[in-house]
């Protein structure tokens, strides 16, 4: 029998409908529940690509007993994390306030005033390697909720004290200047990997807005240094296991320092993400190594994540059902062992894989099986043969029992994709992946953008193109914001900038505090226990540092001095964290590299049809200039068009040629023709 979760959207939710437990859904109702019936609630939050979420699972609230203890004991709230942010954010902080870490799966036991008192994440069955089993850990909570209620009631109080008081009061912070950018540089120089890449130790996940701030940072200053970082932690994430040599794409961390054995779940922010720097590192250097893996990484996209509707799914599981034992294990779809290879390729093709990719006897992996990599002392091969190889050995992955797919669109990762793919499909000239951009904004627009009832809102989740009942956090504000920007850029279509300019004004409108700074959520959000305000940049843009990239980008588009300013306070929190903790805001570094340099404004003026008009348009695109912006199109007055892009005003033809403007800083070079000139203006590689 289903329980309250079977009418949800979310793929996680909807996986714990069968449970015997007795879920709610985050609500009021719930509350309410355990307000009446004088128990505490029990809040379990986690993500649908979560390895450890499932164990939990399948060991605890598949149980028939333990669901009893727990539906007779408490009320129980399942969330899911990518769906509520907002809740996430708020009792992960209280539990790292509390324990020093955090994760998922995240249990916290709260009062029926939603007040946390106990809190954890994964719990066996039994007691083990020091840890309490979960029926012990119930047993404990209910004890201690019937024998000692002001106790409870005393520290659930403190608690909720505890995390007002870390209010932050980052607003007042000037803004970041080259002296800000040049200290953040020295620290991550510091904590570098000069033999493996990337930054610090196991876990080592990839640090993709780390890295692009290190290319800005280059094309700014010539930094050969940030440049080097940036290259060599790009080629040693391709060569490692944690990238699919296959298929493409990138798995969402390496358990080990060398990026061998990763943990397998495959996010779609992380592709969007690394597909974007990897691209743009081949525009810096001309790699080969980061257009194939751009490129790879685009169509991973396209292939594996794309929904019916057109938008991306939030993810693939790091589990499958390993054909052998016929257990869900981690990895199964994507490691082989070297008897493997020659089933699928012969003795002889199976030989040269196992060395090429680096499958030993022994193992990389469990079970003597290996992940596949790009050892650097592998053997010289004809590129055709190790062609045929892959793709044989794609053929056979695909027979095995696929990764389940979170099938969730999230508007904040679907904006990185479009700005990836948007990007991807103009440097390498592939019109099919700016369609496939273009698609998802669509379905941002008709789905998730809500301009009825007097205040215009975004949505965060959709699925199967019925919109979720959640209202969209400032992340999904500022990444769609950041995506459309790009969008515009890319097709010239002037639609995507007055888009993204509704979204940064209801930013500005919604979500910012008088001093400049930036709450997680809207003013008229549901009230928890705090208001969530996170700056700092994890496993994607912060919403804080992506609305005030947005808010910079539309400020250099349109000249609006009030977007500009939002913008510079916005950006106060990376001169406050940029010199102390640069790994931890990636995102807000990339983004004041943009404000120190201008950002550079573009108009490229002529006629849509005309080659020299797109030879102008993708040289601009090129240029390395951090955060310039692009606007292409015919001059104002031509046709009655011009007039959706306001870089393009006032912009007449030299010679009656197409023309390039560049301006920053209130200041414009002498306008070219010539796309060799306009290079030289941008910084760029010859298109």
Not at 95 to 119: H, I, R
């Amino acid at each position: 029998m289903s329980n309250r979760l079977a009418n949800e959207t979310s793929p996680y939710l909807l996986q714990h409908a069968d449970n015997p437990v007795d879920w709610w859904p985050w609500s009021p109702e719930a509350f309410a529940e355990a307000r009446e019936r004088g128990v505490p609630v029990l809040l379990s939050v986690g993500y649908s690509s979560c390895h450890w979420c499932h164990v939990f699972s399948f060991e605890s609230f598949e149980d028939e007993l333990t669901a009893a203890y727990m539906n007779e004991h408490f009320v129980n709230i399942k969330v899911d994390r990518e769906e509520r942010p907002d809740v996430d954010a708020v009792y992960m902080e209280a539990v790292q306030a509390a324990t020093g870490q955090g994760g998922w799966p995240m249990t916290v036991f709260l009062t029926p005033d939603a007040e946390p008192f106990y809190f954890g994440t994964y719990f066996p069955p039994e007691p083990r390697h020091g840890m309490p089993s979960f029926m012990q850990v119930l047993e404990g909570v209910r004890g201690a909720w019937v024998g000692r209620p002001e106790e409870v009631a005393e520290v659930a109080q403190r608690i909720v004290r505890d995390l007002a008081g870390r209010q932050l009061d980052y607003g007042k912070a000037g803004r970041p200047g080259p002296e800000e950018l040049g200290r953040a540089l020295l620290g991550l120089t510091r904590e570098y990997d000069a033999v493996r890449g990337g930054f610090g130790g196991a876990p080592k996940f990839p640090p993709s807005m780390v890295l692009e701030f290190l290319l800005r940072h280059h094309a700014r200053t010539g930094s050969e240094g940030a440049l080097q970082m940036a290259a060599d932690t790009c080629e040693a994430m391709a060569r490692g296991g944690i990238y699919d040599q296959l298929g493409g794409g990138f798995a969402r961390y390496s358990v080990d320092r060398e990026w061998v054995v990763p943990h397998f779940e495959k996010m779609l922010y992380d592709n969007a993400l690394l597909c974007r720097v990897y691209a743009h590192l081949w525009r810096a250097t001309g790699s080969d190594l980061a257009r194939r893996v751009a490129l790879e990484t685009a169509d991973f996209m396209v292939r594996e994540l794309r929904t019916g509707e057109g938008g991306f799914a939030s993810a693939l599981d790091a589990d499958s059902e390993d054909p052998e034992s016929g257990r869900h294990v981690e990895g199964a779809y994507y490691a082989w062992t070297p008897a493997q290879l020659d089933e699928a390729l012969g003795e002889a093709d199976g030989e040269l894989a196992a060395a090429y990719f680096g499958v030993t006897g022994e193992g990389t992996f469990e079970h003597g099986r290996s992940v596949l990599q790009l050892p650097q002392d592998g053997p010289v091969v004809e590129a055709a043969r190790i062609a045929s190889i892959r793709e044989r050995l794609l053929a056979e992955r695909g027979r095995r029992p696929a990764p389940g797919r979170d099938d969730k669109v999230v508007a904040a990762w679907n904006g990185l994709a479009i700005a990836a793919l948007a990007e991807c499909g103009a440097f390498f000239e592939r019109p099919d992946l700016v369609e496939r951009a273009i698609e998802a904004a669509d379905l941002l627009v008709r789905v998730h953008f809500d301009a009825t009832g007097g205040t215009a809102r975004l949505a965060r989740t959709s699925k199967d193109g019925r919109v979720g009942a959640n209202a969209g956090v400032l992340e999904d504000y500022g990444d769609v914001a950041e995506g459309f920007l790009t969008l515009a850029s890319v097709t010239g279509e002037g639609v995507w900038l007055e888009f993204a300019g509704f979204l940064v004004d209801l930013v500005m409108a919604r979500f910012t505090a008088e001093d400049g700074s930036l709450y997680d959520t809207a003013h008229d959000a549901e009230q928890l226990i705090r208001r969530p305000q996170d700056p700092t940049d994890t496993a994607a843009p912060s919403g804080w540092t992506a609305a005030a990239g947005a808010l910079l980008s539309y400020a250099a588009h349109t000249g609006s001095q009030p977007h500009r300013e939002a913008a510079e306070r916005a950006l106060g929190v990376v001169q406050a964290l940029g010199p102390r903790a640069p790994r931890f805001i990636g995102h807000g570094l990339a983004v004041a590299e943009a404000l120190v340099d201008g950002p550079r404004e573009v108009a490229v003026v002529g006629h849509p049809d005309d080659p020299a008009t797109a030879a102008l348009h993708r040289t601009a695109l090129l240029g390395t200039a951090p955060g310039a912006v692009v606007a292409v199109g015919l001059p104002r007055g031509a046709d009655g068009s011009g007039g959706e892009f306001p870089l393009l005003a006032e912009r007449t033809l030299v010679r009656d040629l197409p023309t390039a403007y560049v301006c920053r800083h209130f200041v414009c070079a002498r306008p070219t023709t010539e796309p060799v000139e306009l290079a030289d203006q941008l910084g760029a590689v010859r298109p």
